[in-house]
């Protein structure tokens, strides 16, 4: 790996496969540090995300079939299946999801972001977010909140009620809000949040106080029915995490922008099933390099351990993919008390992440750290030079479906995945005839 690693650095000479690179990998930075994402609308996923017809389920992670797929993402195909009502016991909606009938694809291959086994089924409310310097949209569901739901894999009556609830209730009042606000401004939300205590992946109380300060004042003046308003503004105040899909897909529509652009090594997606971890590299386009995903270091709830965790497993590692999440853990210390460790190992981890990022950004600024931008745009190259491998907070789902969180911590994505990205790479764009390996 060495000699593709030589092969491929950075050369002051422009017309180089070195000074290619280097120069595609600054437009990237550049794409991902001026990206505005803006939530504009929220539609049923039916409506608005691609190719989304009527039997598909959208899943976390790169692709999977159902025979691979780990338990909580079955047990959230189960519940998502009884939520539309094309089943009417879990038994049921096993026997429908290995009957083929089903299409499953991954979240990331229609523009969509969902956390833990990211299930998008075609009825769900999607937030739609637009990265207004490019133009191009996003999509991801609401957070449900902690504790027994859907995306850790739970599907019981309480489960399928809420998600009712969050169609028929806080959907419409979400509508409204965003039309009475005209959008609503992620980026300068992201931004007060990290100045705030946030990471924007594992803490987001911060995010989610400043979104309930514009929501609360719009809705309590609003024509809708009083008591869906009192039922919004609840839930509302009290889910510290609610504004973690939005976090989620403003960083997809955020790296999005940064895809496709030849000769770059820097990656546009983490992503991880709860079977495999994988990435996508810009200059590699859609495909997925994937490695055997680990279970996460951390801390479980009371009667929990290791031996219950699930492997890693959601999209929510986009946060880290855009330069935010526990590439950011340094300025948010509290998070430490929920995934383990020490304020200074936040900082120390936070400090790795600039080895291996392009540069910085300066919309995200790390205020005990001098105010720093946020290390942003891994660099394929630097994490197989170096052997620092990008860190993700993220929570544990339990390893049977039907359970939900057990516990939170961090996790390195396998150097694997980058090691066959960056033989991808030199496989696509070294000049023939030179040596790879």
Request: contains cysteine.
């Amino acid at each position: 790996m060495a000699r593709i690693v030589a092969q491929l650095s950075d050369d002051i000479d422009p017309a180089s496969l070195g000074g290619k690179i280097a120069s595609a990998n600054q437009e990237a930075l550049i794409r991902i540090t001026s990206a505005r994402p803006v939530v504009v609308d929220m539609l049923p996923a039916r409506k608005v995300i691609p190719g989304m017809s009527s039997n598909t389920i959208l899943h976390a992670g790169p692709p999977i079939e159902w025979d691979r797929m780990c338990g909580p993402m079955r047990g959230a195909v189960i519940g998502a299946l009884l939520y539309e009502g094309m089943a009417s016991s879990p038994d049921e909606a096993e026997k429908l999801a290995v009957s083929g009938e089903i299409e499953f694809a991954p979240c990331h291959s229609r523009n969509a972001v969902g956390p833990m086994a990211g299930i998008i089924s075609p009825s769900m409310p999607v937030w739609v977010v637009v990265n207004e310097t490019f133009g191009n949209l996003a999509f991801s569901t609401m957070n449900e909140g902690w504790g027994r739901t859907l995306r850790f894999g739970a599907y019981d009556d309480k489960v399928i009620e809420r998600l009712k609830w969050m169609e028929y209730r806080l959907a419409p009042a979400m509508k409204y809000l965003i039309e009475r606000l005209q959008g609503i401004d992620l980026k300068s939300i992201i931004a007060q949040a990290l100045q705030m205590g946030d990471e924007c992946h594992n803490r987001d109380i911060a995010a989610t106080n400043l979104f309930f300060k514009k929501a609360a004042p719009v809705l309590v003046d609003s024509d809708l029915d009083s008591s869906m308003v009192r039922e919004v503004i609840s839930f509302l105040g009290n889910h510290e995490h609610f504004f973690l899909n939005l976090a989620m897909a403003a960083c997809k529509a955020t790296l999005d922008a940064a895809e496709n652009i030849p000769y770059c090594s820097v990656v546009t997606a983490i992503a991880r099933n709860g079977v495999e971890v994988g990435i996508r590299v810009s200059g590699l386009g859609d495909r997925w390099f994937t490695e055997e995903a680990t279970i996460p270091q951390g801390l479980y709830f009371p009667g929990y351990s290791e031996s219950d965790a699930n492997p890693d497993i959601g999209d929510s590692a986009i946060t880290e993919t855009a330069g935010i999440g526990a590439f950011v853990m340094g300025t948010a210390p509290a998070i430490v008390q929920f995934v383990g460790g020490t304020p200074e190992d936040a900082v120390r981890l936070t400090r790795e992440m600039y080895e291996i990022t392009v540069g910085t950004n300066d919309s995200y600024r790390l205020p005990n750290m001098s105010f720093i931008g946020a290390p942003t745009a891994i660099d394929v190259r630097k994490v197989v030079e170096t052997g620092i491998l990008p860190i993700i907070n993220t929570g544990i789902a339990h390893k049977e479906p039907g359970h939900g969180l057990v516990g939170a911590g961090i996790v390195r994505v396998p150097r694997g995945a980058f090691e066959k990205a960056l033989r991808a790479l030199a496989e696509k764009y070294a000049p023939e005839g030179r040596v790879l390996t």
